[in-house]
């Protein structure tokens, strides 16, 4: 097994790769305290409408699981609607 940090950075980089692949639009940003115990936390905005979003959260864990099972860490990919710029 790989070390830890280099199973973190490649699980990150497939993870990124995924949402991206489903979601071309979407924007990805650390956070850079995690809510758990989890290795990679991310927050995932996405410019759709709420119906759209929830069929998005399932996708994107979908993939978490996978990488989790795969790299064996712990990831937290929240999809959020997209945050507009204030006016």
């Known amino acids: 097994m790989a070390l830890p940090a280099l199973r973190i950075s490649a699980a990150t980089a497939e993870l990124v790769k995924?949402?991206?692949?489903?979601?071309?639009q979407a924007s990805i940003l650390p956070r850079l305290t995690p809510l758990e115990d989890e290795d990679i936390s991310v927050?995932?905005?996405l410019p759709v409408a709420q119906e759209e979003l929830y069929t998005a959260r399932d996708q994107i864990h979908e993939l978490v699981i996978q990488l989790q099972e795969q790299?064996?860490?712990l990831i937290l990919?929240?999809?959020v609607p997209h945050e507009r710029p204030p006016c």
């Open 77 to 79: 990919a929240s999809a």
């Open 71 to 73: 790299y064996d860490v």
């Open 43 to 45: 927050e995932v905005q």
């Open 18 to 24: 995924g949402i991206l692949a489903l979601y071309p």
